[in-house]
Nanobody
């Protein structure tokens, strides 16, 4: 059974940091890209960034470049999203998802999704 389980969300003040994790199981982790998406209240889900586990390539949306860092521990089948200098507009439910290729920012490229974890940034 394929599973993606996010953890580590919570409440943080603006300017603070938080790390969320995505633990994967049930598929060949090394052959997939793991993307991070977020959905704020009343808004569409948007891509935050992605890591391609086969070669370590990483992409970020412009809105988080320089503040967010994606990393992967292939031995643990876990991907991390380190979020620094958080802003109230980063408040959203954060999802991880797995894709075997394609345009990382497109939701339709992803076959498997986690349930999401809430991140709330207070001003």
């Amino acid at each position: 059974e394929v599973q993606l389980v996010e953890s580590g969300g919570g409440l943080v003040q603006a300017g603070g940091s938080l790390r969320v994790s995505c633990a994967a199981s049930g598929f060949s982790f090394d052959d997939y890209m793991i993307g991070w998406f977020r959905q704020a209240p009343g808004k569409e889900r948007e891509g935050v960034g992605c890591i391609r586990n086969s070669d370590g390539s990483i992409w970020y949306d412009d809105s988080v470049k320089g503040r967010f860092t994606i990393s992967s521990d292939n031995a643990k089948n876990t991907v991390y999203l380190q979020m620094n200098s958080l802003k109230p507009e980063d408040t959203a439910v954060y999802f991880c998802a797995a894709s075997n290729g394609g345009s990382w920012w497109q939701e339709y490229e992803y076959s498997y999704w986690g349930q999401g974890t809430q991140v709330t940034v207070s001003s």
